[in-house]
């Protein structure tokens, strides 16, 4: 509130005494006498003054207290109607510009909520820069792409915040250039591997350059799944050339030496059987990771209520053969009454990769062990083995396609390199996942997670 002068009051008196001395002394001259009557109007006319006078300023000090509070943000500040008409319209004006200020920002504000919802909406990273590359403001998108800290980062500038000299170079090329600028960066130390960003100029109402805009995409995903592709046809062409290129040179060989010698066209043969079965094998793998990559492969799947032991021993009898040329014995711990709503032959076709696999890489006279146990709702299956178990530098590649530990000996013994991938596959199209560890005692442990219900399923 305004100060009020406490000198006022003494120096109305002293005032309206020195008048009425002056006034009658006037009068005095000028032969009028003055009266007690005339003493009074004046002093009624000087008590009048003075009166209006203070009600006046403690109303403009009481409009001034309500501007300060308005400024303040108390918008539902007001005062009492004045009785004074010229100090009533003043306050009702003040009123009117109230109710119009608090409207105008009522409206900036859902606005401003709306924009927002917008920016976080999209995923696309956004962040505005100022002329000197300063942070003025950047999406929720944008702070986890670069991981930037909300809290910390406004005002400072790009440099000292992004230790990314790729993408500094990039925004400091773009504040002087003429027009829209876009490239692919590689960032380090991060999740996020390759951007694509656009920056665009912004410019005041003059038309002079007082900022940048960047919009960032994240494209790393779309790289990997790149590098996939490109990676898998490689494979494929390598791993279909080999059996293709035995089958024919055998062939051609047969023909130009001809049937005289029966003990090596048995060994001919049978040398390009190994290999079309090996064809065979792989391309009937590629073909069922081809199927379980659709988006769709759920809903045409058939599933069913079937228990984890039959699952188990169905896997075990395609395997008899193998298991007894190496005279090893498979075990099974799985209680029969655990059930869960599976597609039986792709569960089954995982088992027998796991327990193959298991099989293949195993000492003679050694054991496999298939267990499964409940928890949480999930069917958890285990594949252990007696095996030399697998160096720590390969576990987080197992489960890529055509990755081997040993290409040679996974070769040697007829592997194809998918079919572990296959498991993680299958495993996913079921709404699960696979793990793989080595314990400290010796082997390895393959393990499925599988969701026991079918509306679990379905609802991933």
Known sequence: MAPQNSNTLPRVIRTSAMILCGAGIVLALCGITVTPSVIVLVLSGVGWAFATQTINRRRVDQIYALLARISDGEFGASLSDSSDELTLRLQRGVARAQRGYAEALARAEIERDEL????????????????????????????????????????????????????????????????????????????????????????????????????????????????????????????????????????????????????????????????????????????????????????????????????????????????????????????????????????????????????????????????????????????????PGIDALHLPRLFERFYRVDAARSRELGGTGLGLSIVKHIAMVHGGSVDVRCPKEGGTVFSMRIPQGYRALHTL
Do not use: W
Not at 122 to 136: E, N, P, W
């Open 116 to 387: 927002q919802l917008l920016l976080e909406a999209i995923q696309t990273g956004l962040v505005s820069l100022d002329g000197h590359l300063r942070f003025r403001n950047a999406n929720a998108v944008a702070e986890k792409m670069l991981g930037l800290d909300s809290r910390e980062y406004r005002g400072r500038l790009l440099a000292e915040v992004i230790r990314q000299p790729e993408l500094l170079r990039f925004a400091e090329e773009s504040l002087h250039a003429t027009t829209a600028m876009t490239r692919e960066i590689k960032l380090s130390g991060g999740s996020v591997e390759s951007i694509i960003v656009a920056a665009d100029p912004l410019k005041d109402s003059s038309g002079v350059v007082n900022g940048l805009l960047l919009a960032i995409d994240d494209v790393t995903k779309i790289r990997r799944l790149e590098n996939v592709r490109t990676d898998f046809a490689a494979n494929v062409s390598h791993e279909l050339r080999t059996p293709i290129t035995n089958i024919k040179g055998y062939l051609e060989t047969l023909m130009q030496i001809g049937a005289e010698d029966p003990e090596q066209v048995a060994h001919f043969l049978a040398v390009m059987h190994r290999n079309t079965i090996r064809l065979s094998t792989l391309v009937e793998d590629i073909l069922l990771l081809a199927f379980l990559d659709q988006p769709k492969a759920f809903s045409q799947l058939a599933f069913a209520n079937v228990d984890a032991l039959g699952v188990a021993c169905d896997a075990t009898e395609q395997l008899e053969v193998v298991s007894a040329a190496k005279q090893m014995t498979i075990e099974m711990k799985i209680a029969p009454d655990l059930h869960f709503i599976v597609n039986a032959g792709l569960m089954s076709q995982a088992l027998v990769n796991l327990i193959s696999n298991a099989l293949k890489y195993s000492p003679a006279k050694t054991r496999v062990v298939i267990s499964a146990q409940l928890t949480d709702g999930h069917i958890e299956l285990f594949v252990r083995d007696e095996g």
